[in-house]
Every structure is written in C-alpha cells, then in structure tokens.
C-alpha cells in the first residue's frame, strides 16, 4: 500500500487568501506530480518535480508555484486564491526505478468563494 | 503533443453483465497504466501493461494491450456495484518526465 497523504481533505477560503497544499510520501519516490482534476474527471498535469531542487510546470496554466526542498515533501502555494481556483487537487509520485506507476493522495477539495 | 483517449465517456450495466472500456493512443505506447478512482477520492493504481499483445488479470478485470501499442482495453467480467467509479488509463508521455491520463470513463453498475 502507498504512503502518500494530502492536507487539508477540504478546504473552503475567501478570494484573495493565501493558500499551501501540503503532500508528503514516505516511499522516497524521486518524482511527485500536482494534478488538478475538474468534475469532468480529466486530470491535468500543473507542476511535476524529479528530484529535490527541480520543478517543472506541467501543462495547465497555473498560478500556483511548487518547491521541492525535501524528497518526501512537494507543497503547492497559490499566493492569492480565486473562485477560479475551486477543484480538486491530486499529489502522486512514483519512482525513478523501471516501472512508471503513480500513487495518489486522497486529493484536496479548494472552494474559493 | 501524445494523447489518451476513452471510450466510452459513461457507462451504467446492470450487475452480473460483462463490460468494456477503451484507451486509444496518438502515439506508440512505452507501457500503458489503469486506474481507478472513486468519487472524491485519489486514483488507485489497477494494472501495468508494457509488452504488445500482453494481457493480465486480478479478480474480474483483464486489461490488454495490442500488438502495436496503441490501444488498450479493460475489461470486467461479471461487474458489481463495487467496481463502479471513473476508469483511467495513464501512460508516461515519451521522452519527459511528463505522465499523461485519458479522458476517464465514469462507471456505474446497477444492483
């Protein structure tokens, strides 16, 4: 069983709010992935990482900014939260080692209101 | 750019009645991925195909790859209300460290 988690579950924030997604796994997986996932259930890649110290954006355009200063810990900030910031956010990782499974958080529910 | 495509988007059967569910490629595979994902919660990684023509089995569900490594199917034998959810299949996109999903296919499977 993966050991990735994902803080807070839910969270409802004003416009404006600075917010941090906190993702943490225990597997020391190299790379760890932010998803954001709309109703419509595609999952958009919006920041990867492949190591400590290196960050990439992903695909979706996104106003949220990523560190990854430890293997384990990969935080996504957005600096001022907007309505159009409400989904849901997926961390994953997966290793560097042959196979490219990944293995997800529980995800984080944003509603910005 | 690759990309995976699902079919079909939605799909309810009743249980006891076999399914399944398509992932088409753009581009040549280099190992193709399924998840599944309940309501609200994250993906579960299901099964890993890397070979063309490999098919694998865990319970009910067979996934297959074709010979050409573009396409593959997923398929549940006998469903039951606890196979219902969203069917992802994912593959790493060839020559980044990018990881792309299809589109998803929503599943329910009435009792």
């Known amino acids: 069983e993966a050991d990735i988690y994902q803080t807070p579950r839910y969270l409802v924030i004003g416009t404006g709010k600075k917010i941090t997604l906190e993702c943490s796994q225990t597997m020391g997986h190299d790379k760890m992935y932010w998803y954001q996932q709309d109703p419509g259930m595609e999952l958009h890649l919006i920041h990867y990482s492949y190591g400590v110290n290196s960050t990439e954006k992903g695909d979706l355009s996104s106003e949220s900014t990523v560190s990854r200063i430890r293997t384990e810990h990969f935080p996504l900030t957005l600096e001022s939260a907007r309505p159009s910031h409400t989904s849901q956010y997926l961390c994953?990782?997966?290793?560097?080692?042959?196979?490219?499974?990944?293995?997800f958080g529980p995800g984080t529910r944003l509603t910005v209101t | 750019s690759q990309e995976l495509e699902q079919s079909p988007q939605s799909l309810i059967v009743q249980e006891g009645k076999n399914l399944t569910i398509n992932c088409t490629s753009s581009?040549?595979?280099?190992?193709l991925y399924w998840y599944k994902q309940k309501y609200g919660e994250g993906l579960i990684f299901l099964m890993m195909l890397q070979k063309g023509g490999e098919e694998k089995s865990h319970e009910k569900i067979t996934a297959k790859l074709d010979e050409k490594k573009q396409q593959s199917s997923l398929h549940i034998t006998a469903s039951q209300p606890s196979h219902a959810g969203i069917y992802l299949c994912?593959?790493?996109?060839?020559?980044?460290?990018?990881?792309?999903f299809g589109t998803g296919t929503r599943l329910k499977v009435l009792a």
């Open positions: 581009k040549t595979l280099y190992g």
């Open positions: 994912g593959a790493p996109s060839s020559g980044t460290y990018k990881y792309i």
């Open positions: 994953a990782s997966s290793t560097n080692r042959g196979s490219y499974e990944q293995y």
